[in-house]
């Protein structure tokens, strides 16, 4: 999942490389199917869904579901005000807001990389101490 949102990040790593009002843009400025190859413009969730489409991953329902958490805490995080829930609307919702910044989605992005990097250091320490207790058991 880590790569892919640094994959969503590659996505709108510059201001020419996002947009708002659609999911994704050609070079034209008209709206296209995300995973058209004419896409080179995405909002976050459609870079963020283009991402995942484009990752190769084990499970891909558990690793969307574990990166929409780290963007929904992510937002949490720069934003208190934000709803309890991110769901694609909302993310899409927050893109669009009028005051959403390209810096705004790069900070969020860089956010919900740090907390992925952080759960994933968590899930591997509590998994070796599982592993030890259970070599341990008499």
Same mark, same amino acid.
């Given at each position: 999942? &880590?790569d ?5 990040? $590659?996505?709108v790593d510059?201001p $020419?490389?996002?947009?708002k ?11 296209v ?6 896409a080179?413009?995405?909002c976050v969730?459609g ?14 329902s558990?690793?969307f579901?574990e990166?929409?958490?780290? &963007? ?8 208190n ?6 769901y694609?609307? $909302?993310?899409s919702?927050w ?14 992005i860089?956010?919900a &990389?740090e907390?992925?990097? $952080? ?10 101490t599982?592993?030890?207790s259970?070599d341990?058991e008499?």
């Amino acid at each position: 999942r &880590i790569d892919a949102l640094r994959k969503m990040r $590659e996505l709108v790593d510059s201001p $020419e490389k996002w947009c708002k009002g659609m999911f994704a843009q050609d070079a034209n400025g008209q709206k296209v199917q995300l995973n058209q190859p004419e896409a080179v413009c995405f909002c976050v969730f459609g870079a963020f869904r283009r991402a995942f489409d484009d990752t190769p991953l084990l499970n891909k329902s558990d690793a969307f579901c574990e990166s929409l958490y780290s &963007i929904k805490k992510a937002l949490a995080k720069l934003n208190n005000a934000y709803p309890e829930q991110t769901y694609q609307y $909302e993310l899409s919702a927050w893109n669009d807001f009028q005051s959403t910044t390209h810096s705004d989605v790069l900070k969020m992005i860089d956010t919900a &990389i740090e907390i992925a990097i $952080e759960e994933e250091k968590k899930r591997k320490k509590d998994a070796a101490t599982q592993q030890d207790s259970e070599d341990f058991e008499p």
